[in-house]
């Protein structure tokens, strides 16, 4: 006997349509629509997420729902963009069930509140693979005022968001590694939520346009996503690898096993902004993250040169010519 | 040996780079910088499409990347938008090829440009299953001007684009059918072309917007869509099925077996505008449409009542109470 599966358009109804914001058109027209604010750009960005790749299948449905919004709005935040809403584009695999997607379409709802990012619109299709999300995200800017990562200019001050290394450490935890028995429970528990749930910086997108000369999020490791910005910019960096933040479940895990520190600066996932700032603007602009309640810290600086950014370490230095996670 | 696999990045700034527009910033940056005309609203869909599912393992890569871009032009069209770019999600499977990769972009370069819609951004990702892309596209309206599903009025005529039904019998061509014999070459060639390249009627969506009172694209099928329409509007609908308009090849096969009637009035892929017009507003949109060398067909007439539509086929009604085509 088959069992009886609901319509697109009744899984649309039943489990997209309650979580979708105003523009969405009840998710029943062939597009939505979104009325911009005057003089303001759209800032437009996809990820996709793939089972096995980007999360895990043991992961819980809204977990992996927050993750695949929250990636999209860290790089609206980067930019300095307002989220103004998303779209989801969803490849189910042949055995998804209604209460994963009941689980999941709640998860979505409550990360799309959280990150004040609105459902506009979506496509669910059946694919004999693995799960598959795209998720495209839609912000504002005032017009002109984007911040790009071409533009990190000699002697601005580098800064990160939050800290480095967590989530990296997290999925590393699946392994059960001998670094882990030093940590109580709930550093592990730390450890491991910032693997699944990205904490997008969606509240510093007006410091960073107001104060930042140029950003990116940092998604595929600090040390390869900061190569990556001063190559776009022209600069060089140096960074004093001790003043990167570390979480205290994270700085635990390092003093047990050092070699952790390269995992940390080089693993992904951090979904933190690194950012650089005319010096000028460093007051400020940590005052208005501080009334954002986010934590900003200066690992280093911009230099003049081509070459690859420079971590001091112990008093040696370091470049990291890996580069930063590679998917293919 | 491993064969050496080029960097996501080495990806992009080979086959899509060249193809990008300006907003998309070299696809250098996380995101991609879109600036709105002024009082104009957006209008955002997103399609996605699975090998098998969607399109044949054995079509052109640049067919399948014309297929996934043009299915979410013709969305835009039909609510009278102007495409303004679209950003794309890419997930590989494991045997994909450089020369796979450099045809499906240059095949998606073409369309950008035939649709006048270009690259804005993207994301590649490699997933154990099949090919899955998914296209996000965004268009632009003048303020309040999207044409909506919702809004059809009794007595309003209804028309469609082109010709229906061709791209379901071009489908049907691969399991080499009785009918397909009495068929020229260049009549399969017809159909076959029509499903493998959808031709989205973006040069209609001035015209739409100046005079339809509701419109969407068929792409599961005339019955289906025409029901979901009128039962989003409120409203029935009658129509002459010898006023649908079939090329000279679907006229031919439909001859040689009549049962083909219903697969060209039920079968998907047409991507043709459905639409309804106030009698008074139909000699300009035909005018309109002449003008972009758009072929209109009037089939029938907007009636009250929640009726399904009915269908005058040789002196016999009949309802298609099947629905559009159901992808779960």
């Known amino acids: 006997m088959s069992v009886q599966r609901p319509s697109e358009d009744g899984l649309i109804a039943r489990f997209f349509a309650p979580i979708a914001g105003e523009g969405a058109l009840g998710l029943k027209d062939d597009a939505a ?53 998303f779209l989801l584009s969803l490849a189910l695999p042949d055995d998804w069930t209604e209460s ?8 979505l709802g409550k990360a799309s509140r959280d990150f004040a990012c609105p459902l506009l619109g979506g496509d669910t299709v059946k694919a004999k693979g ?21 533009t990190a200019k000699p002697d601005d001050v580098i800064c990160v968001t939050g800290t480095i290394g967590d989530a ?8 059960g590694p001998d670094w882990a028995e030093g940590l109580s429970p709930e550093e592990r528990a730390h450890l491991a939520d910032r693997y699944l749930h990205p904490r997008p910086r969606h509240r510093l997108a007006a410091a960073l346009r107001s104060h930042a000369s140029a950003a990116m999020d ?11 910005m001063m190559r776009a910019s022209g600069v060089g960096a140096l960074i004093e690898a001790d003043r990167v933040p570390l979480s205290g479940a994270a ?13 940390a600066l080089t693993g992904g996932d951090d979904y933190e902004i690194l950012c650089t700032v005319p010096e000028k603007n460093l007051d400020s602009f940590r005052k208005e993250a501080d009334t954002v309640g986010i934590t900003l810290s200066v690992i280093g600086r911009v230099v003049s040169g081509h070459d690859l950014p420079v971590f001091r370490i112990n008093g040696l230095e370091r470049r990291y010519d890996v580069g930063s996670y590679q998917h293919f």
């Open 251 to 263: 700085a635990k895990a390092v003093q047990a096993s050092p070699d952790l520190l390269d995992l």
């Open 33 to 85: 629509r979104l009325t911009s604010k005057p003089d303001h750009d759209l800032v437009l960005t996809v990820d996709a997420l793939v089972e096995r790749v980007h999360f895990l299948p043991e992961d819980a449905p809204g977990s992996i729902a927050r993750k695949a919004l929250g990636v999209n709005v860290s790089d609206l935040a980067a930019k300095g963009a307002d989220p103004a809403g």
């Open 218 to 228: 940092v998604s595929d490791g600090l040390a390869g996503d900061l190569a990556k």
């Open 130 to 150: 693995p799960l598959t999300l795209s998720v495209t995200a839609v912000g504002q800017v005032p017009a002109g005022r984007m911040v790009l990562r071409t």
């Open 100 to 107: 994963w997607l009941a689980e999941f379409a709640e998860g």
């Open 168 to 175: 990296a450490l997290g999925l590393k935890l699946h392994s």
